[in-house]
Structure formats: C-alpha cells, structure tokens
C-alpha cells in the first residue's frame, strides 16, 4: 500500500533528512571547508596558482571548477540511479547508498592537508556527488507523503529544520575553532574535525530518517534498470514541452538557479579574494545568512499563500538581482552585513518555493514522481554547472571576479522574462496532455 498522506510521522521523517544532510551544504561548501581550501592553497608567491596533477591552475577558479564538476557527475548519475530505483522498488535503499557515500567523503576530507590537493579536491567532489544523489531520492518522496496543498508548508519545514540542524553543528565546531588552543589542538586540526562531524552527523540522522520513510512505491517498473533512466528523461522532456506552464517554470527555473547557486556555493570565495573579510567575520557572516535563511524561507512561503507561487518567485528574484548589484560595490562593514542578510533572507524562500513549485506544475495523475523529480534534479544540476562554470571562465578571463556579478545578474533578468508567464496560483491541478 502507498504511504497515508499527510501523516504528520512520516513528515517529520522526511525532514529529518534535511535536518541530516544539510550540513554538508553548509560546513562543507559554505562556511568552513572554503575557508580551510582557501588557507591551504592560497601563496602569494605563484599568485595563489596551485599544483593539480601537474597543472598549474588559481586556487578560486579550481574550486570554482570542482563545483561544476560535482554536479556534472551527478547530473550524468541522475537517470541511471532513478532509473535503477524506480525498476528495482528500492528508491529508499539508493537514498541510503548515497548518503553513505557523502557521509564518508566528508569524513575523509579529515585527512585534507597542503600536501594532497588532489586527495581533498577528489574528496570534495565525491561528498557532492552522494549529496546530490540522495536529493533525487528525497525530493521524489514529497508527493508520494503529502497531498498538493500541503507542498509548501512541507517543503518550507524540511528547509527551516536543515537550516537549524546545520547551523547547531556549525555552532559547535565554530567553539571548537575558537577555543582550539585552550583544547589543545591546532586551528588546522580543528577545522579537519569539523568535516568529521559532518560526515558522522549525516550519516546519524540519515537513519533516523530511512527508518519512518515508507518503503512501499506506487509503482515499481519493469524493463532495463541502466539503459531506461534516460528513456525516462526523455519522456518527461515530451510531456514538459506539451505542458506550457511547466515548460515555462523550467526555463526560468534553469537561469535563476544559476545565478542563486552560483552565489550561495561561490560567495566565500569572492568575500576573501575581493572583499577581503577577515575570517572570523566570514563564518559569523555565513552564520548570520543560515539564521535569516530560517525566516525568509517561511516569509516567502507566507507570500506565496497570498500572491500565488509565481508572483512571490518574481519578488525573489528581483531582490537577487539587487544583491548582484550590491556585491559589486560593496566594501567591508555595514554595507556587506546588509547585503549578506538580504541574501539569507532570499535564498531559503526561493529554494523552497522552486521545489514547492514544481511539485504542483508536474501532472497530478502521474504516478512516475521519481521520474519528474530527476529532470528536475538535472536541471537543477546542469544549471549549476552552467553557472559555476561561467563563473570560473569569467573570471579566468578577466582576472576581476566582480565582472562575474554581471553576467549572474542577466540570468536572473532572463528568468524573470519566463516567469511573468506563469499565472500565480496556489493550486495548478495540472493534467498529462493526452
């Protein structure tokens, strides 16, 4: 039997794996492993270039770099593990395998020193790519636990637990970092642990979630488990191009995400390089956009039940077009502090709307949620890629990262131009085109 909708243990479950996970998200790729990457490879001496397998290449545009590689792996993943879950019925056991996966590259990235660039950098693309793959398996689980008009008080829950699971974590290695002489230990050897904790941390709650997650699928298919994931990219892409909203949603959807990644994965990295902030005030910045984030996830949700999911959309990103012109002229002090809150503020709500959204412009009477979800995740990841990449080769070309900021700025003008498309509703009731 399909899971009973709506039940309140089975919600708190599913959330629990934002609780689990998104610490990665922020220790990993936002608050300290940036930092560490940063103190570990910068030398002003070859001008921050590093050694990476006999290439010398700049530390930011590397990271910038491995980003994209991330999630091009798992953007390529992404069919053939929700094919292979779909036609095997184990959605929930690959959820496992790629949260165990993640869990245990950040744990390795403990072992991350100068002398092994490779190791930390293959560490943190691996960690990425078990992030990501468990989201395909996570998000699809939404419609199968709740009913439409619950998506986005669902949606906005999970988030706000992630945001307040990680930012306890980073509390705590943020005390582990500040008093690490009165411990005993070096600052370097501090932050190591921290990628520790994350690893053991995802890896911990995960179980709590697997546990009150429904093993059962509405459907569980048969045919070729590797060959017919990309089949099943295709047919989405066919329905997607007949449904005029979601098409829409889509392309908007694949440019401000763009942008809105690009941004929350990148932006340590422009605060030292550009800004110059020292590092204490980076982690407390990054500490101060997570505890934003908490009440701009729910606000947004709050103008979406007036407004429509739509229209609150377009208000994010017109602000995220805002911040880009902000981040271009903004010095140390008051102004950046400004611009950092409004980015928390934004980012949790556009997050969780897209994904809210989304759910409710995929047809109702489809019972191939896995399916939708990974096109979904592959946009969501190939405009990351897009994003991360451009980013690099901007500022690789021009040696100036605020030149970035413009072209993020015109992905969020182009998204505008297809989200104005879509009429604001809090229910679709979408149906699949005959």
């Not at 934003?292 to 729910?298: C, K, P, S, T, W």
């Not at 901007?394 to 030149?403: H, L, S």
Request: glycine share 8%; hydrophobic share 50%.
């Amino acid at each position: 039997m399909p899971a009973i909708k709506n039940d309140p243990k089975t919600i708190n479950a599913w959330c629990t794996y934002d609780w689990a996970n998104s610490v990665y998200s922020l220790t990993i790729t936002t608050a300290i492993f940036p930092e560490y990457y940063y103190g570990v490879t910068k030398n002003e001496a070859t001008h921050n270039m590093v050694d990476f397998f006999g290439y010398a290449i700049s530390n930011s545009v590397l990271y910038s770099w491995s980003v994209s590689m991330v999630f091009f792996i798992a953007a390529i993943l992404s069919p053939f593990l929700t094919s292979v879950a779909d036609y095997s019925g184990l959605k929930k056991t690959f959820m496992k395998v790629s949260c165990y996966v993640g869990s245990a590259a950040c744990a390795a990235l403990f072992f991350f020193h100068a002398g092994n660039v490779e190791f930390g950098i293959l560490a943190f693309v691996l960690a990425g790519v078990g992030y990501s793959s468990s989201l395909v398996f996570y998000n699809s689980y939404l419609p199968e636990i709740a009913t439409e008009d619950q998506y986005d008080r669902i949606s906005a829950k999970g988030y706000t637990w992630g945001y307040i699971g990680s930012v306890l974590l980073l509390i705590i290695n943020l005390m582990v970092l500040q008093f690490h002489k009165k411990i005993g230990i070096t600052e370097s050897l501090a932050a190591q642990l921290s990628f520790l904790t994350v690893g053991i941390w995802w890896f911990v709650f995960g179980q709590i979630s697997f546990k009150g997650l429904p093993d059962v699928v509405l459907s569980v298919k048969k045919g070729n488990m590797l060959t017919n994931g990309l089949y099943e990219l295709k047919k989405v892409w066919v329905i997607a191009m007949k449904l005029p909203l979601l098409k829409r949603f889509l392309i908007g959807f694949f440019f401000y995400n763009m942008g809105v990644q690009t941004v929350m994965y990148l932006a340590p990295i422009f605060a030292k390089d550009v800004i110059k902030i020292e590092s204490a005030q980076l982690i407390a910045t990054i500490l101060l956009i997570q505890l934003v984030a908490i009440a701009g996830a729910y606000a947004l949700n709050k103008v979406s039940q007036k407004t429509g999911n739509s229209k609150a959309l377009i208000y994010g990103v017109i602000i995220w077009i805002f911040v880009c012109a902000g981040a271009y002229i903004v010095q140390p002090g008051l102004s950046f502090y400004l611009l950092a809150a409004s980015i928390g503020f934004i980012m949790g709500g556009v997050q969780s709307l897209s994904r809210a959204t989304y759910s409710k412009l995929i047809p109702v009477n489809t019972t191939d949620h896995a399916s939708f979800f990974s096109f979904y995740d592959v946009t969501d990841k190939l405009s990351i890629v897009a994003g991360t990449f451009t980013y690099g080769f901007v500022f690789w070309m021009t040696g100036d990262m605020r030149n970035c900021l413009i072209v993020l700025g015109v992905f969020f003008i182009i998204s505008l131009f297809f989200l104005r498309q879509i009429p604001s509703k809090q229910v679709y009731n979408t149906q699949m085109p005959e």
